[in-house]
């Protein structure tokens, strides 16, 4: 199939770089080879790649328009051509869905004040609707802005795991603490009647220590929501973005941003919202000496039983 490249505001295109696909259609597009753009050529282009499914979702609102096709932006995982991602922060404020790179593995993620694009995404990745969404945050101000916060400590010796968390982040952990009244709802609750009038509830928060991650949150100047890209049929996790691009895409995602290749080791998720911080999944992010495991969780309630 012919793969179609439409042109804004008459500026010239510049030379692209096809990637393939594992599909036999072609996927997407690289700017792997394209040199920095002048003032003039950087407003970017609507790419119209290959007909999705018939299953293809609908967008939820009129505010999110573009040509039916993927865009795949081809990125140094170093960071050093961010100019790259000026196109995706763009389609991210216009409520696109799309996947991108994190210190542990790919994220599907979009804008957090958009709600019809969180609805979206939990289309696409066919989220349960009791299940949270995680918040990828530029800094310690975002998760108090979102969140009721790290305890602080006080004078009758609750530790200030506040103090002990910034040297965690950032890096591959996820926190889940107590949501405050400016998440949005879809972050928490979704779809029906007993989801919606239920307590607000707990998300995770992350602070990633990847540079093109970074740079992305930098250019939006606001968090995202996100959640991790596995197989809808394996519940692995899929490391290889033209993979990703091959299972979600006709599933309604807008856009790849392609960093290399991850590997398959997620972040550690620990729970503050208990007595003590306790680890739920170990993954990249070492057990710290204030965190309590699993298994050493269970010892101390057994004990107590007993």
């Not at 040509?67 to 409520?95: R, T």
């Not at 949150?217 to 197989?231: C, F, G, N, R, Y």
């Not at 306790?278 to 101390?300: F, H, L, T, V, Y």
Request: charged fraction near 25%.
């Amino acid at each position: 199939m012919a793969v179609e490249v439409k042109r804004c505001g008459g500026s010239a295109v510049l030379p692209l770089s096809f990637r393939r696909s594992l599909s036999p259609f072609p996927c997407g597009i690289s700017f792997q080879n394209m040199q920095p753009p002048s003032q003039l050529a950087r407003r970017f282009f609507t790419l119209a790649v290959v007909k999705r499914s018939p299953k293809r979702l609908k967008y939820s609102a009129p505010r999110f328009t573009k040509d039916d096709g993927l865009l795949y932006v081809d990125v140094d995982p170093f960071g050093s051509d961010a100019w790259k991602l000026d196109p995706i922060v763009e389609l991210l404020k216009e409520g696109a869905v799309g996947v991108i790179p994190t210190d542990t593995v790919y994220a599907i993620a979009c804008d957090l004040r958009s709600h019809s694009a969180i609805d979206r995404l939990r289309r696409i990745k066919n989220i349960d609707p009791s299940k949270p969404l995680s918040i990828l945050c530029r800094s310690f101000k975002d998760i108090d802005t979102y969140t009721t916060g790290f305890p602080r400590g006080n004078s009758s010796g609750l530790t200030n795991i506040f103090r002990a968390v910034k040297h965690c982040l950032p890096g591959p952990y996820t926190f889940i603490l107590t949501a405050s009244k400016e998440l949005p709802k879809q972050c928490t609750r979704y779809g029906t009647t007993t989801s919606k009038y239920a307590p607000r509830k707990n998300v995770g928060v992350r602070i990633p220590d990847d540079a093109v991650c970074q740079a992305i949150l930098e250019k939006m100047d606001a968090p995202l929501i996100s959640t991790s890209v596995k197989s809808p049929k394996e519940n692995e996790w899929i490391l290889d973005p033209v993979v990703i691009a091959d299972v979600y895409g006709p599933e309604g995602l807008d856009f790849v941003v392609d960093a290399g290749i991850r590997v398959a080791d997620p972040s550690t998720v620990v729970d503050m919202t208990g007595n003590s911080p306790r680890i739920i999944r170990q993954g990249k992010g070492p057990k710290q000496p204030w965190m309590i495991a699993e298994d050493e969780d269970s010892n101390q309630i057994a004990s107590q039983a007993s």
